[in-house]
């Protein structure tokens, strides 16, 4: 059963970086299926939809306009798992955030992780 | 980027009455090679979004017939036949077109 393990810090200070893994069960970071993704979810944005890595013959990225100079996510697949960074962040980043898989054919997020919710607070 | 908009925001439904949500994409979602890009995610409480619809029309796995998708272009509409207690939450609507990805406000479902 394919699972995401999401980890990292529940509370970060102002103009920090934000910092979140996702741990891959059951399937594959390099798989040139799916992508992995970055969403987050709070009461003044909604669900938004931050970024994706996936691998099809070489690393892609793509990011959010909103958040564009400020994420960076990686892949490691020594430990099969995708992060999130998230410079400069301001208390407007405090949301719960998930990993979520991406199939590429049809085109849809078949799978979550539980989300985890990071307070922007000094 | 594609503005998603849902209606209603809020719906309170009898158990065993039907329940129909409206979803409207600012362009098109309908590709070149006949499929549109819109799915539908349920949210309960506590959770993490769920894949009801991909495709437009598609139930996934192991969602109720009870559940159905339809709509084409800039259009579409999320019905349940007879509405269950376990439904309640809320429900969002995702362009799946083009990146940005976007979703909906989201449209809570509620018991009566």
């Known amino acids: 059963q394919t699972q995401l393990q999401q980890s990292g810090p529940g509370l970060v200070k102002p103009s920090q970086t934000l910092s979140l893994t996702c741990a891959i069960s059951g399937d594959s970071v390099s798989s040139n299926s799916v992508a992995w993704n970055w969403i987050r979810q709070s009461p003044s944005r909604g669900l938004e939809w931050l970024g994706r890595?996936?691998?099809?013959?070489?690393?892609?990225?793509d990011y959010a306009t909103s958040v564009k100079s400020r994420i960076t996510i990686n892949s490691d697949t020594s430990r099969n798992q995708f992060s999130l960074q998230l410079n400069s962040v301001t208390p407007d980043d405090t949301a719960v955030y998930y990993c979520?898989?991406?199939?590429?054919?049809?085109?849809?997020?078949?799978?979550w992780g539980r989300g985890t919710l990071v307070t922007v607070s000094s | 980027d594609i503005v998603m908009t849902q209606s209603p925001l809020s719906l309170p439904v009898t158990p065993g009455e039907p329940a129909s949500i409206s979803c409207r994409s600012s362009q098109s979602l309908l590709y070149s090679n006949g499929q549109n890009y819109l799915n539908w995610y349920l949210q309960k409480p506590g959770q993490s979004p769920r894949l009801l619809i991909y495709?437009?029309?598609n139930r996934a796995s192991g969602v109720p017939d009870r559940f159905s998708g339809s709509g084409s272009g800039t259009d579409f509409t999320l019905k349940i036949s007879r509405v269950e207690a376990e439904d309640v939450g809320f429900y969002y609507c995702?362009?799946?077109?083009?990146?940005?990805?976007?979703f909906g406000q989201g449209t809570r479902l509620e018991i009566k």
């Open positions: 995702m362009q799946a077109l083009q990146t940005p990805l976007t």
């Open positions: 890595t996936y691998y099809l013959s070489k690393w892609n990225y």
């Open positions: 495709l437009g029309s």
């Open positions: 979520a898989r991406w199939a590429h054919q049809d085109r849809h997020f078949d799978l």
